[in-house]
């Protein structure tokens, strides 16, 4: 486990989504966690919203959450039930949060706790909306942050054959953080995919003994199965978010390239797609972004694992 004072401060930006969810235990764990924004994404943003605060009660987390923007910048919202379920998290039954919303100001939220707590990072893992929004709202936010960890993009695509859902999902508000010139780490679909919740792992959670174990572990099965009947080639299912949290707790976890990366707006097949610069050219536009390419995976799972069992620990 990381030590308090080597934490990072992160603020964590979110649709739970199954692989939210690890993402907010994994943050609760390895991260200072100063507050979770949701967004509409996986699901509508009263269930992402609701899944940020189950997650919450689990953990036991004094943590702020506040939702944020309920639709896309200006694509119409398309949410991903398909692989979550209606419910966004389907799989398992949730406990019913105690604790109300905090608040539904979640892009002033964002903005206020950068600011008071400078050198924190953002961690993205829904599409980038609030984050577009509170880079728009104050141009000077950037000067706050040391960087944003993002789980979107990828060379390949899984919403369309070109383009990876959270991009998919509001390309615009992914051009605006892409191009910000703020330091940004991406945990892509390259990366992503190389961490599947096979069913070995997913017998190491079900091992671990307490109500949010047992929790992840309804998940896990439920988002696998799904992955495995809708591909030809996947052994469980990608867990994508909790690598951009890993990026930042982990790094020693990861190799990863310095890249110029960009994002195509428009187009049927194309909305969302993830120019990733790889020439050798000398004269290619200067990077812009660090992009994972590798992990660990049975290490880094092994952390995801020990964050589950530090939640799980019966208070
Ligand atoms: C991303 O889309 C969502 O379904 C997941 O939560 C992840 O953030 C993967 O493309
Ligand atoms: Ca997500």
């Known amino acids: 486990m990381t030590s308090s004072s080597s934490k990072p401060r992160i603020i964590l930006d979110c649709d739970p989504g199954h692989d939210d969810a690890v993402a907010i235990v994994v943050a609760a764990h390895t991260c200072e966690l100063l507050g979770i924004t949701t967004v509409a994404g996986n699901a509508p943003l009263d269930r992402t919203t609701h899944n940020a605060r189950v997650l919450r009660h689990m953990l036991d987390l004094d943590v702020e959450v506040h ?20 419910s966004g998290l389907d799989g398992a039954d949730l406990p019913e949060p105690t604790r109300p919303l905090d608040g539904t100001d979640g892009i002033q939220f964002l903005i206020e706790t950068a600011r008071s707590n400078p050198g924190c990072h953002l961690v993205v893992t829904g599409p980038m909306t609030n984050i577009a929004l509170a880079l728009r709202s104050d141009p000077s936010l950037g000067d706050h942050i040391a960087s944003i960890s993002f789980m979107g993009g990828g060379t390949f695509g899984n919403r369309t054959a070109m383009s990876e859902f959270n991009f998919w999902a509001d390309p615009h ?32 959670v079900k091992s671990i003994d ?37 990026a930042l707790s982990h790094p020693q976890l990861f190799e990863s390239e310095e890249r110029f990366v960009d994002v195509v707006i428009d ?41 589950i069992a530090a939640g799980s620990v019966e208070r």
Not at 177 to 203: C, K
Not at 274 to 291: E, F, G, K, S, Y
Request: proline share 5%; aromatic share 6%; glycine share 8%.
């Open 173 to 204: 508000a992914a051009a605006v953080v892409v191009n910000s010139g703020l330091p940004l780490i991406m945990a892509g679909l390259d990366v992503t995919h190389q961490f599947q919740a096979t069913a070995p792992r997913i017998e190491q």
């Open 67 to 86: 939702s944020g923007a309920g639709r896309p910048m200006v694509v119409e919202p398309a949410f991903a039930g398909y692989v979550h379920g209606e």
């Open 267 to 307: 187009g049927d097949h194309t909305r969302g797609m993830t120019v990733v610069d790889q020439r050798t050219l000398i004269d290619r536009p200067a990077a812009n972004c660090t992009v994972l390419t590798k992990v660990d995976a049975d290490a880094a799972w092994d952390v995801a694992a020990a964050a």
């Open 210 to 246: 307490g109500q949010l174990a047992h929790v992840l572990s309804g998940l896990f099965d439920f988002f696998s199965a799904n992955y495995s009947s809708r591909h030809d080639d996947m052994e469980g299912a990608a867990v994508h978010d909790p690598l951009a949290v890993l």
